[in-house]
């Protein structure tokens, strides 16, 4: 699984990340997490707001930090 | 009923029995104003907070956009600046939202009504300003904010400065972002308690700060004091208190309490609201962000526009209120 997490690098995208990778140990499951700061990579996905998650190039939630439990469910749905 | 009686009846009781200051005192006065004040302002923010979250969750970046794409002046600045206010936006997504506005359609001037009204109306200023002035001022507040966000993105859109923005951003092309899961309640109400803990754990201090040198204010500083120097009678002291507002950008939640005190002492109204519409609405950092996608030049007239706007709000409310 790929993870990608969307973002400027501001407080709010470095949140998402650590929430990604807690969840990604929480489920042990095998997933590379890519930090994306590219502005028009980041438009490529149809993202106005960050940070932004997306999963296998499919776009999961944008423009808010989410809680664990949100992260870990969105996750599991991807599996 | 003011619902905050009971807090008034529990901050006179502390200071005036159980520390058995007087009533008369200034240290009296001082105290209890800060122990009312405090709960009150956190208390107000926690609760408005909560419901700005929820209602936020329904009107995301990506459908103002589409609300907004193909719009026309005028009406496009109005609607632009009215869903300015409740779409959530942190400075830090400012680049992908005019990015993505501008390959949308929308047109200039009306982008720059949303990016005007976006933080001028922020819902910590309306909240602590209904607290501490209660709602003609709120009002007084928000009507102007949208005036000033409509009209300059109405002068920005007749000026044709398409040119004036990065070429780049012409270039970009957004791909569809398809439908996102939808947030169930439970999701939405664990995500506004969470942004009530971040807000309110972020602005707490500046909040009791702000109080607490308006507490000594209020207790120590004669009534009136303040006519003279930002009264209605000095020409100078809209631009002033503008100037004074630009560097303390963002930090509404301990300005806000410190304002309601020099009101008190002869600070005239509209040099107020001016005061406050430059610290939430004049960003320096938010410019800095938006040099990605904007020449100077074009930062230079959103500014101007802007800090002219503001100051005109503030002459004209002295010169009305007074």
Not at chain 1, 28 to 55: F, Q, W
């Amino acid at each position: 699984m790929v993870i990608k997490v969307l973002g400027s690098g501001c407080s709010n995208c470095q949140k998402l990340e650590a929430l990604a990778e807690k969840a990604v140990a929480q489920l042990g499951i095998d997933a590379e997490i890519i930090e994306v700061k590219d502005i028009p990579e980041i438009m490529a996905y149809g993202v106005m707001s960050t940070p932004a998650l997306v999963i296998d190039e499919q776009l999961k939630l944008a423009g808010r930090v989410p809680s664990l439990d949100e992260v870990v469910h969105i996750l599991e749905a991807a599996k | 009923m003011d619902p905050f009686y009971p807090l008034q009846l529990l901050s006179d009781w502390l200071t005036y029995t159980v520390f058995g200051l007087s009533p008369t005192s200034k240290l009296g006065l001082s105290v209890d104003f800060f122990l009312f004040d405090v709960p009150k302002v956190l208390i107000l923010l926690a609760v408005v907070i909560f419901f700005v979250a929820i209602i936020r969750s329904f009107f995301p970046p990506e459908k103002t956009r589409k609300y907004l794409s193909h719009s026309r002046l005028y009406a496009g600045n109005i609607a632009a600046a009215l869903l300015g206010i409740v779409t959530p936006f942190c400075s830090c997504s400012a680049v992908p939202l005019f990015i993505g506005f501008v390959e949308s359609g929308v047109p200039l001037g009306v982008t720059f009504s949303f990016l005007v009204a976006s933080p001028m109306i922020n819902e910590v200023a309306i909240i602590l300003l209904f607290g501490l002035f209660g709602w003609k001022i709120t009002a007084l507040y928000i009507v102007s904010g949208l005036f000033i966000a409509i009209t300059s993105g109405i002068i920005i859109g007749k000026l044709g400065l398409e040119s004036w923005v990065e070429e780049y951003v012409y270039q970009i092309r957004m791909g569809e972002a398809g439908e996102l899961p939808q947030q169930t309640w439970p999701e939405k109400f664990a995500y506004a308690r969470g942004y009530v803990k971040e807000i309110v754990g972020k602005v707490w201090p500046y909040v009791v700060a702000g109080i607490g040198i308006g507490a000594v204010m209020h207790g120590y500083i004669p009534n009136d004091f303040l006519v003279k120097y930002a009264g209605p009678s000095n020409p100078f002291a809209v631009p002033i208190a503008v100037l004074i507002g630009v560097p303390l950008y963002s930090n509404a939640a301990g300005v806000i309490p410190l304002v309601s005190v020099l009101v008190e002492k002869g600070m005239a109204m509209g040099t107020v609201l001016a005061f406050m519409m430059a610290v939430v609405g004049l960003s320096l950092p938010e410019a800095i962000i938006l040099r990605k996608v904007l020449k100077p030049k074009l930062i230079a007239v959103y500014f101007g526009v802007n800090a002219v706007g503001i100051i005109a709000i503030g002459y004209l409310f002295n010169w009305v209120l007074h």
